[in-house]
Structures are given as C-alpha cells and as structure tokens.
C-alpha cells in the first residue's frame, strides 16, 4: 500500500537503525545499505537530509524515506 493511497502511513519519523538496520537489536533493514554508507549518501544529496528533534536525536521524516524507497522501486 503506497503512502498516497493511505497518508497516514508517512506520518513520523525513522531513526538511522530503523532505516540500515541493526544486528544487535534484531530489526530489519528497511533500506539494505550500510549505516555508513547512508550517511555518505545524506552528505552528497542522494538520500533526504535529517532533522534534528533534539540536541542528541536525529531522525528523518518517514515519508521521506518511504518516496526514496519508491523511487528505487523498493516497496516496503
């Protein structure tokens, strides 16, 4: 189900260990990159930027990793 077709989907906000993935914690990539790789792509404008919540927290909009997902043909 795409986020046009339900707009409540695309509400919130993704962590970096929501988006790569983390091992430890037992939770699934969304996109299967690695965390560093990522941030290189955020840095050169491939992937969206982030925004800040707090002084420590950093987070993305959930709708715009879920377009990036769309745009690479990897519906989630």
Known sequence: M???SNPMLAL??????QIVGDKK???E???P???STFLAGVKSGKYPQPVKLSERTTA??????LTLLDSMGCAK
Do not use: E, Q, V
């Not at 993305?60 to 990793?65: G, H, L, M, N, Q």
């Open 33 to 35: 990159i690695g965390r």
């Open 25 to 27: 914690r037992g939770i």
């Open 60 to 65: 993305w909009r959930k709708a715009d990793i």
């Open 2 to 4: 795409s986020t046009a």
């Open 12 to 17: 919130g906000y993704l962590r970096i260990w």
């Open 29 to 31: 990539p969304i996109l």
